[in-house]
Structures are given as C-alpha cells and as structure tokens.
C-alpha cells in the first residue's frame, strides 16, 4: 500500500479519533474491556458443556442471559432518552463488574451450582440490556452527527477485533490455567471503561435533546414503537432482524456444542472456531467503514451470506473445514448489523434515538431466549446439521421476502445515505 494510500484510510478511517478527545478515551477503554468481556462471555457456555454434556442446558444458560433483554430492552430505551449517558454507563458497567467478580470468586473456589450459574447470567443480561442504548446514545454525544457515522464504525470494528482475541484467549487460558481465569481477567479489565469516563470531559460533549422525555414510560415506549410503524423501511429492517436473530445467531448455544459433541475438540479449538468468526466480522467492519454508502442493499447482502456460511457449516465435521465458513458468518454478521443500525441511528430525531434503538435491540437479543431454547433443542434432536440447516435455511427465505418489497421501500427521500456502519452490539 503506499503512502497516499495510507494516508487516505487513516484520514477516512479515523478521523474521530484524531478530532474528539472524550471519543479517544471511551475507545481506550472500551479496547481493552471488550476482549475480557468475549473471554467472560466464550468461558461461561463452555464451563456449563463441560458440565453438563448437554445443549439443552446451553440453552438455558443463553436463555437466562438474554431474557431480561425481552423483558426491558423497551424501558432501558427510555432511560437512555431520559438521563445523561455518562452516568448511566458508570452504573451499568459497575453492575456488569460486580456479576464478574462473584462468577469469579465461585469458580475460583470451586463452588458452582448450576442454579447460582444462571442466577449470574440472568443478572449480567440486566446489565448488559441498560447499558446496550446508553452506550450507542453516548457515542453521538462524544462525536456529534458529522463524526457518528465513522465513530461508530470504530466501534465496530472494534468489537469485531474483540470477537476474534477474546474467544481465542479465553480457549488458550482455559486450556493452560483454567475456566476461572477469564472470569478474573473479565472483572480486572472492565475497570478500564469506568476509568475512561471519569477522565471525560463534561463540557466537550455534544448536547442531547432531552426536551418532553418526561411522560410514562410506557407513552414514551408507544411515542418510539409509533415512530417505527410509521416508517415501512424501519419495521422491516426490524421485523428481519427479529426472523434472522430468533433463528440464526445463537453461536454461544451452538458453538460450544459443536465444538464438544460434533467435533469432539477441547477448549483450543472451541476459541479458535469462536476466534474465526471474530476475524470474518472484523474484516466485515473494515468493508462497512470503507463502503461509500450503506443501506438496504447492504443490509440483504450481509444476510444472505451470514445464513449461507451457516447453511454450509451444517454437514461439516471437520474443524479446518468449517472455519473459514465460521469467517463468512462473521463478515455478513457485520454487513446485516452495520446496515441495520446505520438505517436506524442516522433516520430518527434525536429525541427518539435511544427508543428506536431499544426496539431493534429487542428484536436483535430479545428473542434470543427463545431461540436459544430452540437451538438447544434442535440440536439435541437432530444435532448441530439440523440446528445449522433451520439457522441458515430461515434467514434465505427471510431475504427473499424483503428483496421482493426493496423497490417500494427505497423512495428518494429515505436517510440511507450514511458513509459508515453503526455499532454492532455487544451482547
């Protein structure tokens, strides 16, 4: 690459980093957090499969970690409408924190009942669900509106990045040192984001319209879902999202089981497998960030090939086959959720931001609960070629529903002309 050429992606590419002082911070600080978060989060179905032998009880775990996201997506939307960002994040870091150190301190001592398990990750999801909009609200407040659209795509690449170090760390510890390390390394590094906001800087922060947030939570959760079923393009990029998540993206059910039953591999490979998808949607950020505009096209790209990827892993049995499939799940994984919440993030008021994106939160983790349970139970039944096959075959279909309605929906006055993708969610 020569130098102009460099200099053209670093100018492109990074352009909130050099410009925003409180932005730079938050990415330091979320770098360093997000891979304890992955090893936590790629440790805990592995030490409930190490347990158990059984994906039905993966399942439930994923269940229990993703039900309060169907529970208070909608609500933890209003708070973040409602109430400064900073401080909201300070308090559901601190909550994530501290489920962290007690999974620690029980797998450190030994004494891990199932029960107290999925006490923890139930607790973790609650967390997670209210700081989900706060964090992606905050990242306009850090930027502005000129720099969201290449802030957020740091941010996704970022999380990529973490999706591919985290799980291969989290396989090398558990293998070398064990299951509770990563959950000791998880707790240590998540006081990076609660450092990096105590350094920001109040006044540099771009102001939020918070005007006539103050009504019922509920009339402010019917004002976000109205705004949505005014929009045709909104409802169907959520209602897709919906069919694809129920269906498809359930990797911390699947995975651990594929790794243990179908392939019969230890922790190594299973962070490796996991490691592979991280690299695909880290290399999915990167075609996101450098694309010149993102919409729905971009949006029934990235499903098609994260459900095609899926489709052709289900009759694999082979670790060194199934990986570089695992990649293209996670380039279309970053295209689907890039497009999905650049359409959102860049198309509703100020005002509503959060609420809006509370709903596709919703739609994307929200139903993970049930999906869970379901893939746990097709794999149980017909093993991870049935669970896989279901996945990739769902999200094909779901494709070619929305592509038959893509004319009536790209009218010249849509918000689709975004430069960059939003952040994907950590969840």
């Known amino acids: 690459m020569t130098t102009n050429a460099l200099a053209w992606f670093s100018a492109r590419a990074f352009s909130s980093l050099r410009t925003h002082r409180n932005y730079r911070l938050f990415f330091v600080g979320q770098t360093i957090s997000v891979c304890g978060t992955w090893m936590g989060d790629t440790a805990l179905p592995w ?22 996201f169907a529970i208070f997506s909608l609500h933890a939307g209003v708070l973040a409408d409602r109430y400064d960002n900073r401080r909201m994040m300070m308090i559901t870091q601190s909550g994530q924190l501290l489920v962290a150190a007690v999974l620690a301190t029980l797998t450190l001592s030994h004494f891990e009942p199932l029960w107290s398990i999925y006490l923890l ?12 909009p706060t964090r992606n609200a905050l990242v306009y407040q850090l930027v502005g509106r000129e720099d969201l659209s290449n802030a957020v795509a740091l941010n996704s690449g970022l999380n990529s990045a973490a999706r591919a170090v985290g799980p291969a760390l989290a396989g090398l510890v558990i293998a070398v040192v064990g299951v509770a390390a990563c959950f000791v390394l998880n707790s ?40 949505v079923r005014s929009d045709p393009l909104l409802r169907l ?38 490691a592979c998808f991280g690299i695909g949607a880290l290399l999915g950020a990167l075609l996101s960030a450098l694309a010149p505009s993102l919409g729905l096209t971009s949006l029934l790209i990235g499903v098609n090939v994260f459900s095609l990827s899926l489709l052709l892993i289900a ?3 082979t670790a060194w086959l199934i990986a570089p499939l695992l990649v293209g799940v996670g380039i279309g994984f970053s295209l ?59 999200g094909l279909i779901a494709t070619v529903g929305v592509a038959a309605r893509r ?3 790209l009218r010249p006055d849509r918000a689709l002309q975004t430069r960059a993708p939003a952040e994907a969610v950590e969840v």
């Open 407 to 409: 004319g009536r929906l």
């Open 188 to 227: 240590l590094l998540l006081l990076a984001v609660l450092t990096v906001l105590l350094l920001m800087r109040p006044g540099e922060l771009f102001p939020a319209d918070r005007s006539e947030q103050r009504g019922k939570s509920f009339a402010a959760i019917r004002e976000g879902a109205a705004y």
């Open 315 to 317: 009759p694999l049995h």
């Open 237 to 274: 990029v959520i209602a897709l999202t919906a069919v694809v998540s129920i269906v498809g993206f359930n990797f911390r059910t699947l995975l651990p089981v594929l790794a243990s039953k179908t392939l019969n591999v230890g922790p190594g490979i299973f962070g490796f497998l996991y």
């Open 121 to 132: 990750a139930t607790l973790s999801g609650v967390a997670v669900i209210f700081d989900a």
């Open 47 to 68: 030490l409930i499969v190490q347990r158990t032998h059984s994906p039905v009880a993966v399942g439930l775990l994923i269940f229990c970690r993703y039900m309060p």
């Open 336 to 394: 689907w959720v890039s497009a999905s919440q650049s359409i959102i993030q860049l198309a509703v008021p100020n005002q509503l931001r959060g609420r809006v994106l509370s709903l596709w939160i919703a739609a994307f983790a929200g139903l993970t609960p049930i999906g869970s349970l379901l893939s746990g139970w097709l794999a149980a039944v017909g093993g991870t070629i049935l669970a896989f096959s279901v996945a990739g075959g769902v």
